[in-house]
């Protein structure tokens, strides 16, 4: 008698809604200490629908809460707390922020961006992909440089 197949373990829709997308391009982010009225600049290198990960050259102590205004698309200010800091290269940390207070309107936001990004990086990983020939603007372009 064959071994029953072992039993498989799917994957819930919340547990891909909190998977991390590794953004493209970075995101420009201006922190700002409300406290202190302390304006930063960093990146966020990664993103979820529950926080980011980010880059700057200033140490942000965990348990501390930011205003993040994102610079670019899904150009959302939020407030989030650091949760953890480490240094990252001479004079860079990175930090894990978490999402807190953020508005419906954003995270619907946030939510639609996360999904093109997904979208975008299936579509970057597949064969087609790789061996898809250029639109001939593309072409021109490539002859022209």
């Not at 982010?29 to 202190?36: A, F, G, I, P, T």
């Not at 996360?114 to 061996?131: D, N, Q």
Request: overall charge positive; glycine content about 2%; proline content about 8%.
């Amino acid at each position: 008698m064959p071994d029953p197949a072992p039993p498989t373990r799917e994957t819930t829709i919340s547990e891909v809604d909190h998977k991390a997308v590794r953004l493209r391009r970075y995101i420009d982010l201006v922190v700002e200490d409300k406290l202190s009225f302390t304006l930063l600049r960093a990146i966020a290198a990664d993103i979820s629908s529950t926080g980011m990960r980010i880059l700057t050259d200033q140490y942000l102590p965990p348990k501390t809460r930011y205003t993040f205004t994102m610079k670019q698309h899904p150009n959302l200010v939020c407030r989030g707390e650091v949760r953890w800091a480490r240094p990252s290269a001479p004079n860079m940390y990175q930090c894990g922020v978490l999402f807190v207070d953020l508005a419906a309107e954003d995270r619907d936001r946030l939510e639609r961006f996360l999904i093109m990004e997904r979208e975008r990086a299936i579509i970057a990983a597949s064969p087609a992909a790789a061996t898809a020939v250029p639109a001939p603007a593309e072409q021109a372009r490539a002859a022209n440089a």
